[in-house]
């Protein structure tokens, strides 16, 4: 479970008042949930979302992973706790697709027997043959193969909790539908209590459980499809609905 | 020459009363095994009296002789001294009287320039001056003898009236020395506009190509005898004199007396046509410096015959490829010192250099002045940079000022690399590593360096390139390595001895940079390449 509790970040820049990029933020996300966390560039989720492992602190508020407050606990293991997936999958070039899934294990100093066989374990969970992509290099891989490195890399250590930054959005439609309806699937297998950051509605009505959409770094509404179809808060959500269900890959 | 026996009289009784302690101790001498360092400075006329002096001591002592030749100019070879890493070299009297002792006035005639040098080295350094070797070496002024005649030049007053039209080249010591040409410059009101220092070896080509008009030489010089130049005249009597001794550490004398004993054997064996003969025998007919030093010590009776040993063979005939494989055992030994010298302290340059740079990259506010800081170190001239080595205690002559010097010049370009390197990375890889949960060090050694690795190589191979190139200078401070031929090769005026230094140098700068571009690819991660 993550509770954000009156969540705030404000940006300081010299010579300004200061931004305020979150602001008052409250929200419940239940363990094994999917919260899509959606807006426009520049919205404050991506900052929020980063508030959870703290490559972001926070300026006021607090945020709670099971009860406990992120920043009372030692940042390292707190983000081992949280498994990670950025856009552009941010595999590290110069390792193997082998080496980049089982690097926190590597750093865990598991035996290389036991790295070997999660590492296979993990590439079967995302659709990619281990004989074939193991000893590929990132440069090697398609978009769509390096998200999926990627979300492997993320389970590795088989954390409770997963943060996802626009893990899909830079695909092509085709690919972007298979890899939607792969991690549909892979999400029944493995709950994890999941917080995904989207620009994309259709896509958080996918693969979100329910839907946090956020305008000027606040929270405007909470809920799911319908919830967004029928009653929708204010007309700004009515507007992000129209221009944003329809875009296709035109966005960004 | 004038007035000479009674110069070297009074020599010989002021002597014998001002350093009675050590004629004493010489003639209880104790024959003890010991060691001994001689040093020379640059140029021939130096080295020859260095080896002069070692064969003599090793026929007549059971001392050992190591030599230690070619450190550089006077200054080098006097703070040498000084510290203790040579023990003796031989100096000249006019230049121990304005370098040393920093006399602006020149006018003083032999017997008391000596004595008084003499009595100040004992007084302030604790140097003893042994007895002089019985030659006169001064600077002179030179011209072409047809070019000269023509513009009816016989004095130095005469270049007077051509000081705008006259083209001087003049060895550097010469340029800056205040017995040399500022000195001469202000005795004479002379102001010659067209004015260089010049590499006293290239010295006459320049003069018989017509390069040059005027050149600096000394009375001794060998090539005097070839080439056909006219001395001219110090009507005014600018230099002083430059009679040439021994000049040994006191402390030395003390520990073996019998060396100031069998050196005293010299004094006043070589006079000048002697030592030009000498000095001519090594530039231009080839002869090594043992050889000649032996040569002479025999045909002077102080040496056995017996003692000598064969010279070694080495085919000047055949062009070059035969000489420089006649010195093959020479060169690789050479090639093996000059690769020590740069592979220490390029690997040394390395584990501290990359340190600095990561550190630079997480202390940004250092990083404008450190990066300044190393890379003022890159502008002091190398020889200049090798010399400031010698008085730091532990390093002195030889080998570990080298590699001290070719360090601090290897430290840029790797410090430099590694900053930019580890700036490079791309900041999402390094976000994606922290979110993840790597600490500081995993993202260090897990992502930055094997990320930078490219571009730190990239420092590490300019350096190690610098550094081949550098270490060719190292001969200068006695720590041997390819300089070694290209410096007596420029003494001599030796080509073939240049190219001999030279040649394997730059073959081994080309071979060392396609190593280590070899073990380059070896290191970068795959991935990258």
Redesign the interface.
């Given at each position: 479970m993550i509770e954000f509790a009156e969540v705030s970040k404000t940006f300081h820049d010299p010579g300004s008042d200061g931004i305020v990029a979150v602001d008052r933020f409250s929200l419940t996300v239940a363990a094994g949930e999917t919260l899509g966390l959606i807006g426009t560039s520049g919205c404050g989720k991506t900052t929020t979302m980063?508030l959870v492992?703290r490559?972001i602190e926070p300026t006021g508020g607090r945020i709670l992973l099971d009860g406990q407050d992120v920043r009372e606990l030692d940042v390292?293991?707190?983000?081992?706790r949280?498994?990670?997936v950025?856009q552009?999958g941010?595999?590290?070039?110069?390792?193997?697709v082998a080496r980049n899934i089982g690097?926190?294990c590597e750093?865990g100093n598991w035996t290389a027997g036991d790295i070997r066989v999660r590492v296979r374990e993990l590439l079967d969970l995302v659709n990619l043959p281990p004989d074939d992509f193991a000893d590929r290099?990132?440069?090697d891989l398609s978009g769509g193969q390096r998200q999926r490195v990627g979300v492997a890399?993320?389970l590795a250590l088989d954390p409770p909790f997963m943060?996802m930054d626009e893990p899909f959005a830079a695909l092509d439609p085709i690919s972007r539908d298979k890899i939607h309806e792969e991690f549909a699937q892979l999400k029944e297998r493995v709950r994890k209590t999941t917080v995904l950051v989207t620009h994309d509605m259709a896509e958080a009505f996918k693969l979100a459980d329910r839907i946090a959409l956020m305008h000027k770094g606040r929270l405007v509404q909470v809920g799911v499809e319908d919830d967004f179809r029928e009653r929708p808060a204010t007309p700004f959500v009515e507007d992000f609905l129209r221009s944003h269900l329809h875009e296709g890959a035109a966005d960004v | 020459m004038k007035g000479r026996p009674m110069y070297r009289l009074w020599v010989v009784v002021a002597w014998a009363v001002m350093w009675p302690p050590a004629l004493a101790a010489a003639q209880e001498g104790d024959p003890g095994a010991g060691r001994i360092v001689i040093g020379s400075k640059n140029f021939t006329e130096n080295r020859l009296l260095g080896e002069i002096m070692a064969q003599l001591i090793e026929a007549h002592t059971d001392i050992q002789v190591e030599r230690r030749v070619n450190l550089g100019g006077t200054t080098v070879v006097f703070s040498a001294l000084r510290n203790g890493e040579i023990d003796m070299y031989s100096e000249y009297t006019g230049t121990a009287w304005t370098v040393q002792l920093g006399i602006a006035e020149t006018a003083v005639d032999r017997l008391r320039a000596y004595l008084h040098v003499a009595g100040e080295f004992e007084r302030r350094f604790g140097v003893t001056w042994l007895q002089p070797f019985g030659f006169e070496n001064s600077y002179e002024l030179a011209m072409d003898e047809a070019a000269a005649e023509t513009m009816g030049i016989r004095t130095i007053s005469d270049l007077l009236p051509y000081e705008d039209r006259l083209r001087a080249g003049v060895s550097h010591e010469f340029l800056n020395r205040d017995d040399g040409y500022p000195g001469l410059a202000a005795a004479y009101g002379l102001e010659i506009r067209d004015l260089r220092g010049l590499e006293h070896g290239l010295a006459y080509e320049a003069i018989l190509s017509d390069r040059i008009d005027v050149i600096d030489t000394w009375t001794t010089d060998g090539k005097l005898r070839v080439y056909d130049i006219r001395i001219l005249e110090d009507d005014r009597g600018f230099f002083p004199p430059y009679d040439s001794a021994p000049v040994v550490r006191s402390d030395t004398l003390e520990r073996y007396p019998e060396v100031g004993e069998v050196l005293g054997r010299l004094a006043f064996r070589i006079d000048n046509e002697t030592m030009q003969a000498l000095n001519y025998r090594v530039e231009d007919q080839g002869g090594g410096f043992d050889e000649v030093a032996r040569d002479f010590l025999v045909s002077a009776g102080l040496v056995d015959d017996a003692a000598a040993a064969e010279p070694a063979v080495v085919d000047r005939d055949g062009g070059f490829p035969a000489f420089l494989w006649s010195r093959r055992g020479q060169t690789a030994r050479l090639v093996g010192q000059h690769l020590g010298l740069t592979a220490i302290a390029v690997l040394l340059a390395v584990v501290v250099a990359v340190p600095v740079g990561v550190g630079l990259t997480r202390r940004e506010a250092l990083a404008s002045p450190v990066l300044g800081a190393v890379g003022v170190i890159q502008t002091i001239p190398s020889l200049a940079l090798l010399a400031f080595m010698i008085p730091i205690p532990l390093l002195g002559l030889g080998a570990r000022s080298a590699i001290a010097a070719l360090f601090l010049y290897a430290l840029l370009p790797i410090v430099r690399n590694t900053y930019t390197g580890i700036k490079e990375v791309d900041p999402?890889?390094l976000?994606?590593?922290?979110?993840?949960?790597?600490?500081s060090r995993?993202i260090l050694f897990?992502?930055q360096l094997?990320?930078a690795t490219r571009t730190i190589m990239a420092g590490v191979r300019t350096s190690t390139v610098i550094s081949v190139g550098v270490a060719t200078l190292a001969a200068f401070i006695g720590a041997g390595g390819l300089g070694d031929p290209i410096v007596t090769g420029l003494q001599l005026n030796d080509t073939y001895l240049i190219l001999s230094g030279a040649v394997p140098a730059a073959l081994l700068a080309l071979a060392v940079d396609f190593l280590l571009g070899r073990f380059e690819t070896f290191l970068v991660?795959?991935?990258?390449a």
């Open positions: 980063k492992n490559l390292i293991s707190l983000r081992r949280i498994g990670y950025i552009t941010g595999l590290f070039p110069h390792m193997t690097l926190l750093v290099y990132p440069r890399r993320a943060l | 999402d890889l976000e994606a590593g922290r979110g993840m949960g790597l600490d995993q897990k992502l094997p990320l991660p795959r991935g990258l």
